[in-house]
């Protein structure tokens, strides 16, 4: 994982200006990023038929956490504060529907109890990043 800058600036009581060059830079987007990846390889060892279901439905939304930052950040460029929050309100709920998705395959057997722990407690992780971020002013 790349090593993210602590450039944030206190501008309010609790509001924050972000300092990064790149999206890349972003906690938030490293990690779900990296869960994205692993969930990914993780799926490849379902069964044949949850591949197109079960599987690529876990797919979809932890990858769809990592891109939505991407966006929102990218919005950000153009001084859209609420386009920037909508996307990061976006990968807030995508990240809970993937944690949806960690119960499913517990429950149906795919994964076991630490794998849907570990899961579980990135996605908690990075949804306390993105809560933090909408917070942040620019």
């Known amino acids: 994982?790349?090593?993210?800058?602590?450039?944030q600036k206190k501008v309010g009581k609790e509001s924050?200006?972000?300092?990064a060059s790149s999206f890349r830079e972003l906690i938030a987007y490293q990690k779900a990023y990296q869960v994205a990846l692993d969930l990914?390889?993780?799926t490849l060892g379902f069964p044949k038929f949850?591949?197109?279901e079960l599987g690529s439905q876990l797919r979809r939304s932890s990858k769809s956490v990592a891109t939505n930052i991407a966006e929102g950040y990218g919005r950000k460029a153009n001084s859209s504060l609420a386009d920037f929050k909508r996307f990061i309100?976006?990968?807030?709920?995508s990240n809970d529907e993937?944690?949806?998705h960690?119960?499913?395959c517990k429950d149906l057997g795919y994964i076991n109890?630490?794998?849907?722990?570990?899961y579980e407690n990135l996605c908690i992780e990075t949804g306390k990043l993105l809560t933090s971020m909408l917070n942040w002013k620019f």
């Open 1 to 7: 994982m790349l090593e993210a800058r602590k450039e």
């Open 16 to 19: 924050w200006c972000i300092v």
């Open 40 to 42: 990914h390889n993780l």
């Open 50 to 52: 949850e591949h197109f």
């Open 89 to 93: 309100r976006i990968a807030l709920a």
């Open 98 to 100: 993937t944690r949806v």
């Open 102 to 104: 960690l119960d499913f």
């Open 113 to 118: 109890v630490e794998t849907h722990s570990l």
